[in-house]
C-alpha cells in the first residue's frame, strides 16, 4: 500500500497451521477490508511501519493461553500509525485462559486502544499433548 492509501479497518495476521489465516480472511471478507499475512515480515525482522486510518485487527493463534512471543515481540518493536485502537482475535483449541490481561498491558505499551479480544475455538491441534480430532 503506498502513502496515498490509507487501510480502513486492517486485518494484520499470524498463523501456524491455517486456522488464524482462515477466521483472518473471513473477518476481511465480512468487513470487506484489507488482510495482510505477517508471515515474510516475521521471517525477515521488517519492522517497518504498518497505518491503518481505522482499527487494528490482530488474529493469530493461542500458544500456552498467549500470544505467540514472535508475534507479541514484532507488535512490540513496529511503529503503528493512524488509529490506536486494536481489537485481537484468537484462534485456540479450547480457551484463550487469562490472554485479555496481557492484552491490556501490550496495549499499555503500545499506547494502544485496547478494544477487546475473542477467541474462535478450532479443533484441537497440538497432538503433543492431545489427540488429534478425528473425522466427523
Known sequence: MDDSQEADTLVLYYTGTGNSEYAAKKIGEQIEDEVINLFDRLRNRDDSEIH???PFV???PTYAWQM?????????RTTFTGSKC?????TCGESMGN???YLRRLCEQKKFTYMGCAEVVMPENY????N???RK
Open 68 to 76: 505467540p512471543r514472535i508475534l507479541r515481540d514484532f507488535i512490540l
Open 58 to 60: 490482530f488474529v493469530y
Open 86 to 90: 486494536a481489537y485481537f482475535l484468537t
Open 52 to 54: 491503518s486510518a481505522r
Open 99 to 101: 490472554m485479555p490481561k
Open 132 to 134: 488429534a480430532p478425528e
Open 127 to 130: 497432538i503433543a499433548m492431545f
